[in-house]
């Protein structure tokens, strides 16, 4: 639900938004990092499943 301009000691502004700054702070703090980490985790499932001679992941269906 969006909020309305409101006036500020009598000057209409405008509501607050996401700028190109917030959304690259975001992505380098939040998405980043936590993508690395899931890269990691499946990285080291793939290998422990190598080193027993289990298949994993899409290729054991092809």
Known sequence: M??????????V???PRITR?????????VALPFLGILT?????LWAIARAFGACYGLWCWL
């Not at 700054?21 to 703090?29: D, E, K, P, S």
């Not at 990691?40 to 080291?44: R, S, T």
């Open 13 to 15: 502004i405008t509501p």
């Open 40 to 44: 990691v985790l499946d990285i080291a």
């Open 2 to 11: 969006p909020k309305s301009a409101a006036p500020v000691y009598g000057h």
């Open 21 to 29: 700054g917030g959304l690259r702070v975001a992505l380098m703090r």
